[in-house]
């Protein structure tokens, strides 16, 4: 399983990103995939997540509204469209993978994950 992010950069508050996560070696069908961000300083976050075996989406308070998580099954490619940044999501953001299912409750929490991208940096300056 190899995950690899694309498309971070350094934005204005306000503006917007697009994140990339390209997967290889599985199938999105049978995994729950997944953004976390990590500043320095701080524990890893979940930002959000896609599960298949729900059928659901998930986002972190802090991202509702604003940011939208999508993938490309046929590529298999993942998404992370980010909106109205601000500089509070300043950080390293990496997408993750685990067979899922994952409960509900579980589905941010980092320690589930298997799977790990290196992650690409987002800076939103204020």
């Known amino acids: 399983v190899q995950l690899v992010e694309s498309g971070g950069g350094l934005v204005q508050a306000g503006g917007s990103l697009r994140l990339s996560c390209a997967a290889s070696g599985f199938t999105f069908y049978d995994y729950a995939i997944a953004w976390f961000r990590q500043a320095p300083g701080k524990e890893r976050e979940g930002v959000s997540c896609?599960?298949?075996?729900?059928?659901?989406?998930y986002y972190a308070d802090s991202v509702k509204g604003r940011f939208t998580v999508s993938s490309d099954e046929a590529k298999n490619l993942m998404y992370l469209q980010m909106n109205r940044l601000k500089p509070e999501d300043t950080a390293v953001y990496y997408c993750a993978a685990v067979r899922d299912p994952l409960a509900p409750s579980r589905k941010l929490h980092f320690d589930e994950y298997d799977y790990w991208g290196h992650g690409t940096q987002v800076t939103v300056s204020s």
């Open positions: 896609i599960s298949r075996s729900d059928g659901r989406t």
